[in-house]
């Protein structure tokens, strides 16, 4: 019986990405800046993943939609 090299089922491991938290603040002389808009509800330092009209926390599933989109949607209803 020969032994197949390929294990059905079995996933290759594949390392987490690193947390890029840093890449969402600029740092200037004195300030920080803030690049993403954090969560309302787990307070700062957890951004929220910003999609299409909408921002999403991964962590507390808060989801929080563009005004403009919104109201452009609502518009469009009319
Ligand atoms: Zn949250």
Redesign the pocket.
Known sequence: MAIKSKIKGKKKHLNKPTSVKYKKYTVSSDKITKKARS????GPG?F?SVGKGRAY??????TEFDKKEVELKLESKK
Request: glycine share 8%.
């Open positions: 969560c309302p509800r787990c957890i929220l926390c991964g962590k507390c599933h808060f």
